[in-house]
């Protein structure tokens, strides 16, 4: 049996290692489009910090590691792929034959419309290549301007302060992280950031750049000019599917795929940042952008092919973020749901930030500010839907007590 | 260097939280704990101050050991002058809280002045900030700690606060940690109240470090944890039983102070023994008993977790009562049970777990009920005053009047005057059984002729915890005397006041003394800490601070007369048992005792002796 | 055969000496706020739980790790983190459902129970027995696997 995984970040080398586990005898191939060995997106702003060097985000540090496991790294782009004929085009114009095809090539960053936005100086923050440029351009002194503050901006803020940069963030929401955490924890995330000299400015839109003598200049939707001598572009991203257009591999912002990330089409599968699945809880169909979910996607999708079937009970919104080292997370419906009881407590002097959502007696949602004990136990309580029974009350009344209600209706019974 | 070497100043009154270094002369000459915060105490307060006053302060102190892995080392002392008796309070607590300030890089949080309206004190590492407490003020200590949780969402977070007793200034009102762990004695509850200070929360994340000698200090106290685990009380009776393993044993020796002390021996003492708590209950086939549980860093593990009777006429409509909580200890057991002539195990249950919500004494409180009863079987108070018909053996007048006392409703505000005050008032002082103003615990001074002394020369009033002499007279720890004799009894009970106030200026529970001397407590303290803690310094030290307590007590006017009992004690003769006919032989001990002690015939250190204490 | 820590609830009393020996074994310093084994106590019921990582086969942790930072030891079958490769991203931490794998500010690294190579600083200082070190086979973990299952539920066996 031959695999085929298209993209080596994080879930293409998840699942490489799964079927190897699993499968002891099979080929496994696993594609990668950048030059680099597999690495870690998420690593880069620890690079850009100086924290770690390039190798530092290598996903496998052991040398030898994949020749040991018997996957074959290849460096290639796939362009196109033949589901009848079992076979994918690379951009070298060579084609590889598979009888189980992964599709892991994550997401690109998104381009918004903007006059100006292809000037160089302004770059995104994405790959390695990205990070290569972002380090040469950002110097102690250097201005930046960073559109877009969610979950990936709010990333990469720290790294650019670390490197001695004056920051204005842009953002187009009405706050920071508005698409992960409630209004009153990212309040304190942005009392945070601005208290680090960061210049913030939301319910704002960049609607033009151009360049000076001296470097760039972004105009806001309000009239106002900011100077700068590089402007990241962090306003989101989007799953990387362009090249699939007639393939057959049924797709809507992302690669549709099942509870057994099988793809419309027998025998490929997909799994990461590219697919779009149903959300646990709501059956919504998202795109869950994030590194553990896209490495339990790889997992289960791995077991699939190789004839062991699991099923993922749906992609779990999971975000860990760390502000200036204000420590934030929230899982689930962390909004809330109608008809469920709250509990909220917020304490901006402290910093700390506490939010528990329920449906009944379930735990559908939670955020925080400042808990770093045990938060793991939030997205137990959601996935596993642990009936809380008399703790639902206790937790109303004292939310602190969520890990020992964990134990408490696990361990304890 | 087991001293975090940092105490926390608070004054109330203005409102601010300062931090100061330790006196590290003061820690080498007192230890810490009772004996260092003694120390600074009587430096700080005059010894005539009005103990509810703003002029008064108040001291928690952790010691050396505290927060380490010695065995038992999770303990904390609260030092004041006490309400209740005017002499000075120290009162010791297990539980976690302890522990957690000593981890938040203290050793000692001096409170001073009087806030203007009610706060509580929120300790968070180096940190440490005053609120508002209006919203917590007439809350229950069971309330209070959820709450603040809650607010400062650390669940973690330990909290020692008062209930309403404490806001109501019962005189024996006591700071409540851990939901039921109690400074349970002499008020020190009611000083807190008087403060308007409602709670202390903490948490600490920095921990303790700086062990002189880790290594040493981990076989040392490996060696220790041995000794308990090995020895009978310590290693299988209290774990099983807890102190209640002396119930049924004090009565047998007819040492069991009966309806107000007019008996010896209580007839119902095996329905509210140890054995009754773990006997499956006709009602649901459950015994009262659930577990025991271990205070911070304690390999002994004699606390008691009961659950009540749902059934039970004080709980059947309140489920609020139906979780488990702190159990009966002896001394709470005889007090709210002998002391009363009541054998209803659930009753006693019930009133020991209002005595934690609401933080008052059990003892304090069970022995002021006893004279209320007397008073009451003598026509002096009656059902119109009481509200409630209170014969001696009467489970529904406790009870009521533990509901009374903790909300301070009805006759409770005179229970909570203490029986001193409230036998006074009605016009038969001597039914108070009490020295100093505190009432007596558990052991009949009749039948067992030491205590009579300890009592009647305990720093902070009547206590069984300045100096044990049951542990030898009874259990023969660490050898057996004869309890009905008072002859070397003097030296006997010097020599419980000195070791024990070490064992409380250590940051360990006096309890482990059933197992450990200063023997094995030397090697612990040697390791941990600079100084010198070889046992024959450590007796000079334990010698001094029962000193420097006598000087205040003597400067707040206390004097040889005070170092009495009650006259029943001493013409009354034990109706029955072993010590039929006696009376506590007193007069015959305390002359012995001043001389042991190098004290004058009025009771006062003589020079010689200050001199060679370096006091 | 690999041994893993055993706990029987019902025997812990919560004096918290597996926290201080814990964190002394790991820190030098006895500070429960930094043990890797944390003792739930449950007042309304009086039971005290000992929890900590059961080294789980699906090992969240190690598999949302983004930088290689967690390793399985051979020897004893823990999950390592190790220090020097982790950057702090704190993934782990909402990855593992049991909440046993946690940042330290003061390090800015994650910590878990490593097993202390084969020798148990916890287990050796319970003084009840609640905590042992034995035959993977006998110990209770299955229980916690019992829930991790749930989290997918994957009908098929585990790869590794
Ligand atoms: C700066 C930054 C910080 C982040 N921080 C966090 C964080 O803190 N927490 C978190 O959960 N997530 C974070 N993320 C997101 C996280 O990195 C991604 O969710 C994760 O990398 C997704 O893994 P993946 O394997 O699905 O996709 P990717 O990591 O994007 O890997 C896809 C790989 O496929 C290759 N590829 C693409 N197309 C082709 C093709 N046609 N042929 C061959 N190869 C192809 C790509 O070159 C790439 O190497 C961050 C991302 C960035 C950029
Ligand atoms: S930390 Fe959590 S995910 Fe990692 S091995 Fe332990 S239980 Fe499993
Ligand atoms: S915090 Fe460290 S160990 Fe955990 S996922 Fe991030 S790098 Fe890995
Ligand atoms: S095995 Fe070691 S690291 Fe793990 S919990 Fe016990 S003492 Fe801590």
Redesign the interface.
């Known amino acids: 049996m031959r695999h085929l995984i298209i993209g080596n970040g994080?879930a293409g080398v998840?699942a490489a290692e799964?079927l190897r586990?699993?499968c002891p005898l099979d080929d496994i191939r696993l594609l990668g489009a950048e030059p680099e060995p597999p690495y870690?997106?998420?690593?880069i702003p620890?690079l850009l910090e100086g924290?770690?060097g390039e190798s530092?985000?290598?996903?496998?540090?052991?040398p030898g590691h994949f020749e040991a496991q018997r996957i074959a790294l290849q460096h290639g782009r796939a362009t196109a792929i033949d589901t009848a004929a079992r076979s994918v085009t690379l951009d070298d114009g060579s084609h590889l034959p598979y009888d189980r095809l992964l599709i892991a090539c994550g997401s690109i960053p998104a381009s918004p419309p903007i006059p100006g936005i292809h000037l160089p100086g302004v770059m995104t923050c994405w790959t390695m290549e990205d990070a290569r440029r972002i380090a040469a351009a950002v110097k102690p002194g250097a201005r930046v301007i960073q559109m877009g503050a969610g979950f990936i901006g709010c990333i990469i803020m720290e790294a650019i302060v670390a490197r001695g940069a004056s920051l204005t963030v842009v953002e187009m929401g009405e706050r920071m992280v508005p698409r992960m955490m409630p209004p009153g924890a990212s309040a304190m995330l942005r009392a945070r950031t601005e208290a680090r000299g960061v210049r913030v400015l939301t319910s704002t839109r960049i609607t033009g750049i151009a360049a000076t003598a001296t470097g760039l200049r972004a105009t806001t939707g309000s009239g106002e000019t900011l100077d700068a001598e590089v402007i990241i572009s962090a306003t989101g991203v989007r799953p990387d599917i362009a090249w699939l257009a007639g393939s057959g591999i049924e797709t809507a912002i992302g690669i549709l795929v099942d509870h057994r990330l099988a793809t419309n089409i027998d025998g490929v599968y997909a799994a990461g940042d590219c697919v779009e699945s149903e959300e646990f809880g709501t059956g919504h169909r998202i795109v869950n952008a994030v590194?553990?979910d896209a490495?339990?996607q790889a997992?289960?999708a791995?077991?699939n092919m190789?004839g062991?079937?699991?099923?993922?009970?749906g992609a779990l919104q999971?975000?860990?973020l760390?502000t200036f080292?204000l420590?934030s997370?929230s899982?689930g419906q962390w909004q809330g749901v109608a008809g469920g009881a709250r509990v909220e407590?917020d304490?901006p002097g402290?910093q700390?930030?506490?939010r528990l959502e329920f449906d009944g007696d379930l735990l559908v949602g939670a955020s925080s500010v400042?808990?770093?004990?045990?938060?793991?136990?939030?997205?137990?309580l959601i996935?596993?839907?642990?009936h809380l029974g008399p703790w639902k009350d206790r937790l109303l009344?004292?939310?602190?007590?969520?890990?020992?209600a964990?134990?408490?209706r696990?361990?304890?019974a | 260097m087991a001293w975090q070497r940092k105490i926390l100043r608070v004054d109330l009154t203005a409102g601010t939280c300062t931090s100061e270094a330790l006196n590290m002369d003061w820690a080498m000459a007192y230890l810490g704990q009772r004996g260092l915060a003694t120390k600074y105490f009587v430096e700080e307060v005059a010894p005539s101050v009005e103990p509810l006053s703003p002029a008064n302060k108040l001291i928690f102190a952790t010691g050396p050991l505290t927060g380490t892995m010695a065995s038992t080392g999770g303990r904390y002392s609260v030092i004041t002058k006490g309400p209740l008796t005017g002499a000075i309070a120290c009162s010791n607590s297990g539980g976690y809280w302890g522990a957690e300030l000593k981890m938040a890089g203290w050793d000692m949080i001096i409170l001073e002045g009087r806030a203007a309206s009610p706060v509580y004190l929120h300790i968070e590492n180096d940190t440490a900030t005053l609120h508002d407490a209006s919203a917590l003020w007439g809350k229950t200590t069971w309330d209070v700690e959820p709450a603040l949780r809650k607010i400062h969402q650390d669940s973690q977070l330990k909290i020692s606060s008062i209930g309403r007793a404490g806001e109501n200034g019962v005189l024996y009102a006591a700071v409540i940690n851990d939901l039921h762990r109690a400074a349970g004695r002499s008020g020190v509850g009611a000083v807190m109240g008087s403060k308007n200070l409602k709670a202390i929360a903490v948490r600490g994340t920095k921990g303790v470090a700086g062990i002189k000698d880790p290594k040493a200090f981990m076989k040392a106290t490996q060696a220790a944890k041995a000794v308990l685990a090995g020895n009978g009380v310590t290693g299988e009776g209290l774990p099983k039983f807890g102190t209640q393993v002396l119930m049924n044993v004090i009565n047998e020796v007819g040492a069991m102070p009966t309806r107000n002390f007019r008996d010896v021996q209580f007839e119902g003492a095996k329905d509210i023994s140890a054995e009754a708590m773990h006997a499956p209950r006709e009602t649901d086939g459950k015994a009262n008993l659930v577990t025991n549980q271990a205070c911070f860093g304690c390999t002994i593990a004699c606390g008691r977790i009961s659950k009540l009777d749902q059934t039970h006429y004080t709980v059947v409509n309140k489920p609020e009562y139906w979780a488990a909580s702190g159990g009966l200890e002896y001394e709470a057991a005889w007090a709210l049970g002998s002391a009363n002539g009541v054998n209803d195990l659930e009753a006693l249950t019930y009133a020991n777990f209002v005595c934690n919500e609401d933080g008052f004494d059990p003892i304090s409180f069970g022995a002021t009920v006893g004279a209320v009863m007397e008073l009451y079987q003598m026509g002096v108070l009656t059902k119109e005053q009481l509200g409630i018909e209170a014969p001696f053996g009467s489970a529904k007048a406790l009870t009521y009047f533990a509901e009374c006392t903790a909300k301070g409703e009805g006759f409770g505000p005179e229970i909570g005057l203490g029986s001193k005050r409230l036998t006074a008032k009605y016009g038969h002082p001597d039914l108070s059984m009490t020295v100093k103003g505190q009432e007596f615990p558990a052991y009949d001074p009749r039948g067992i002729q030491g205590m009579g002394l300890a009592y009647a020369t305990s720093n902070r009033g009547a206590c069984h915890l300045r100096g044990y002499t049951v542990a030898s007279e009874i259990l023969g720890i660490p050898v057996k005397t004869d309890p009905l004799e008072t002859d070397g009894k003097a030296g006997l009970v010097k020599a419980f006041q000195d070791a024990t106030a070490v064992f409380d200026s250590a940051g360990i529970c006096v309890f482990t003394s059933f197992a450990w001397t200063l023997v094995d407590v030397a090697p612990q303290l040697e390791a941990a800490c600079e100084g010198d803690w070889s046992l024959d310094n450590l007796n000079v030290v334990g010698e001094r601070i029962w000193n420097m307590e006598r000087q205040f007590n003597n400067a707040a006017g206390f004097t040889n007369k005070d170092d009495n009992l009650p006259k029943r004690l001493l013409t009354e003769a034990a109706k029955t048992g072993p010590a039929k006919g006696l009376v506590a032989g007193l007069d015959k001990m305390l002359p012995e005792y001043y001389a042991e002690r190098g004290w004058d015939t009025e009771g006062r250190p003589t020079a010689t002796t200050l001199e060679r204490l370096s006091l | 055969m690999m041994k893993s820590l055993h706990i029987e609830a019902a025997k812990c009393t919560g004096c918290l000496q597996c926290e201080m020996a814990c964190s002394f074994e790991n820190y030098g310093v006895f500070n429960p706020a930094k043990s890797r084994i944390k003792v739930f106590d449950f007042h309304e019921t009086g039971l005290k739980v000992p929890y900590t990582c059961t080294q789980c086969a699906e090992a969240w942790c190690l598999k949302a790790c983004p930088v290689d930072a967690i390793t399985k030891d051979k020897s004893t079958g823990a999950m390592m983190v190790n220090e020097a490769t982790c950057v702090g991203c704190k993934v782990c931490t909402i990855a593992c459902p049991f909440g046993t794998i946690n940042y330290v500010a003061d390090t800015g690294k994650v910590q878990k129970c490593d097993l202390c190579e084969g020798s148990p600083a916890c287990a050796d200082a319970c003084p009840t027995g609640a905590i042992t070190y034995i035959d993977a086979d006998s110990t209770g973990i299955d229980r916690m696997r019992t829930w991790a299952a749930k989290l997918e539920n994957q009908t098929a066996g585990h790869a590794d």
């Open positions: 994080p998840v799964t586990a699993a870690s997106r998420m690593a620890y924290q770690i530092g985000t290598y996903l496998r540090k052991a590194q553990p490495v339990d997992r289960i791995a077991m190789a062991r079937p699991a099923h993922l009970s999971m975000n860990v760390d080292g420590v997370v899982f407590v304490d402290a700390r930030y506490l400042g808990h770093t004990e045990g938060v793991g136990v939030m997205r137990a996935q596993s839907r642990i009344t004292d939310p602190t007590q969520l890990a020992a964990y134990v408490a696990t361990q304890a």
